[in-house]
């Protein structure tokens, strides 16, 4: 019943959303009078605002169609290199004849779509050659294509870093940090050649006991039974993937939002006093945020289901139990493989030493190996996109992706 109740409440506000629209387009129509007083400008940015909040998000388009690389700008152009049922590899290619990194960027399957990372891909773009995990929203994947747990999500991570072959470097951000570490060290341990030259974690969840967030805390409260009962239900007859049995990303946004409820409210009401002043570029900026940030999938239930159980009430990984398709996992057979972890200061989804827990895991590395980074003043957003990312994060990644190239 939770998803047909969301259908059900999308489809009642519909008319009030086009009543919205309609108002704040009559009330800013420099033929009506009362466009040009307080009340009126008042009564459209108040339309404006709550058409904007209340409109469904699809999936945003990264638009990253050039970037400069020395001073010249060059154009890109996205093409999808390879295809998995839940996941396509999406390469940026770059009009420029240039011998630069491959870059893996793993984007997490946590309810939003993988152009969040827009700011990460595009810091990155002028000096590797990128590619990012572009995951698909459940609700759009017919029933008959199967299903997709934890161990597809490896399953994923190897294949496509066996696609780029040797000397690949691979960046997770946040959740994919579990898997991808998981990834490298089962093809370490196979002694396959395709393991990647550096593996960057940024606000990764590699050990959850340590300085645990709200949603951690979450996790471990609850019974996995519980998660099943409340957060789970099938997607309905209106998508493709009608009768899957899914974690809805509107949930995941609800409860994103009230995490931080306090501020974004203040961030709506900045947007109503920039509209009223007619300020665009404020509004624009606030926009642009929330259009992506409010743009949600729906995940695989027994993807989230075992990652709940496996990473954040098991604890597996950091105890040594992880196992992939029966074989136990083991980051310390980690040996051609240097780590970089980042975290923020702030972060209140990955606390400060979860991510830093994966070098306590890799034993197998030199010191020569490894470096860790915290970032000061950003929380988890700000580790991977922001004016702290550009300056600070991004040109200690890249350095460090450079001193181990092969």
Known sequence: MLYQL???????????????????????????PLSYTQAGRMAAAACDVFEHSTRPQGKPPFRLNSTLIEGREVAVSE????????CQLKRFERDIDRDDPKLLIVAPLSGHFATLLRGTVQAMLPDHDVYVTDWRDARQVPLHEGAFDLDDYIDYVMAFLRHLGPGTHVMAVCQPSVPVLAAAALLSAAGDPCVPATMTLMGGPIDTRLNPTVPNKLATERSLDWFERSVITRVPV????????????????????????????????????????????????????????????????????QTIKTVFQDHALPKGKMTWRGERIDPAVIKKTALLTVEGEFDDISGLGQTRAAHDLCRGLDSGMRQHYEQKGVGHYGVFNGSKWRSEIAPRVKAFIRAHQA
Do not use: K, S, W
């Open 6 to 32: 969301h259908e059900l409440q999308l489809a009642a506000m519909a008319p009030l959303r086009l009543a919205a629209e309609a108002g704040q387009h009559a009330l800013r129509n420099p033929y009506n």
């Open 238 to 305: 209106t998508y493709p993937g009608f009768m899957r049995l899914v974690y809805p990303g509107f949930v995941q946004l609800t409860g994103f939002m009230t995490m931080n409820l306090d501020r974004h409210v203040g961030a709506h009401f900045r947007l109503f006093e920039h509209l009223v002043r007619g300020d665009g570029d404020g509004g624009a900026q606030h926009r642009a945020f929330y259009d992506e940030y409010r743009a949600v999938m729906d995940l695989p239930a027994e993807y989230y289901l």
């Open 79 to 86: 093409r999808i290199v390879l295809r998995r049922t839940f």
